[in-house]
């Protein structure tokens, strides 16, 4: 894919990428990746497992640079500024950009201290009454303060996957993040919880920047407005999400989508 084959969407350029190669030592993972990625819209990456997708992701907030021996060609410039510069602190730009997991991670610890986490942690002096707050505020951003309103207190493992999922996007939102990164997560979620999240995502698009990875391309046709096609850790397509589904530019990625290939 070339620059030029760039779409920049009507949110407004919040990411965008140029030439990033990866390397986990000699092997490139992922090769000459241009891209712009929009503000308040959802991204969607698409593709066989082990062609790059999650890997993309993660140098999206330098979750890689904890992997030895791995490095990064090309850039990746988040409003304008490169995250790999010298001498950029990642925790703080992963405060920015916020990662949420395939399987829910809660902290085998309260509801309340699962959201609390991470203003305590960035040193947020907050009073009890402030912190509730922001609690409830994060729970009910993800439609989840009705919920768990009485049982703040009680251990956050004891709620169904789907619950415990919305926790991690309340958890991730409490730091007041920009970008919110999501590597599959609805795969480990039965049908009604999935449509739940993906309900979620499309309210929280109003606030954030959302990348999502998923092998779910009904799910990427729901709610993406912008999706690209990744295979062998090459770009093939990007563009609007309604166009890679109905005419895409690429005989390979018709196939992948038609089940000819992947």
């Known amino acids: 894919m070339t620059t030029e084959q ?6 407004g350029k919040k990411i965008s990428v140029e030439q990033l ?17 929009a503000d308040h819209e959802i991204t969607a990456l698409i ?3 082990g ?26 410039l988040l409003d304008g500024r490169d995250i790999y510069r010298p001498g950029l602190d990642p925790t703080g730009l992963r405060a920015r950009v916020g990662m949420v997991f395939q399987r829910p991670n809660p902290f085998p610890q309260s509801v309340f201290d ?3 986490f991470g203003p305590r942690i960035l ?35 004891r709620l169904s996957l789907g619950q415990q999922q919305r926790l991690c996007i309340a958890r991730t939102i409490a730091i007041k993040p920009e970008v919110i ?26 606030h954030y920047c959302i990348v999502i990875v998923t092998h779910n391309m009904q799910q990427a046709a729901r709610v993406s407005q912008q999706t690209g096609f990744f295979w ?26 038609t089940g000819r290939a992947g």
């Open 232 to 257: 062998l850790g090459r770009l093939v397509e990007f563009d609007h999400t309604n166009t890679i589904f109905t005419h895409p530019r690429e005989r390979l990625t018709e196939d992948y989508i």
């Open 6 to 11: 760039r779409v920049t969407a009507a949110g």
């Open 47 to 49: 593709g066989p497992s």
């Open 181 to 206: 990164l999501m590597d599959e997560p609805c795969s480990a979620l039965d049908p009604v919880a999935t449509l739940e999240i993906e309900e979620l995502m499309r309210v929280l698009r109003e």
């Open 51 to 76: 062609c790059g997708k999650s890997t993309f992701l993660r140098c999206l907030n330098r979750m890689n640079d904890t992997i030895p021996n791995t490095r990064v060609e090309g850039r990746i």
């Open 123 to 157: 040193g947020w002096h907050q009073s009890r009454s402030d912190l509730l707050t922001t609690v409830e505020d994060c729970l009910r951003r993800v439609a989840l303060w009705d919920e768990v309103k009485d049982d703040l207190f009680q251990d956050a493992l």
């Open 114 to 116: 699962n959201v609390a």
């Open 21 to 37: 190669c990866f390397y986990y030592g000699s092997q490139a993972a992922l090769m000459d990746i241009s891209l712009d990625i």
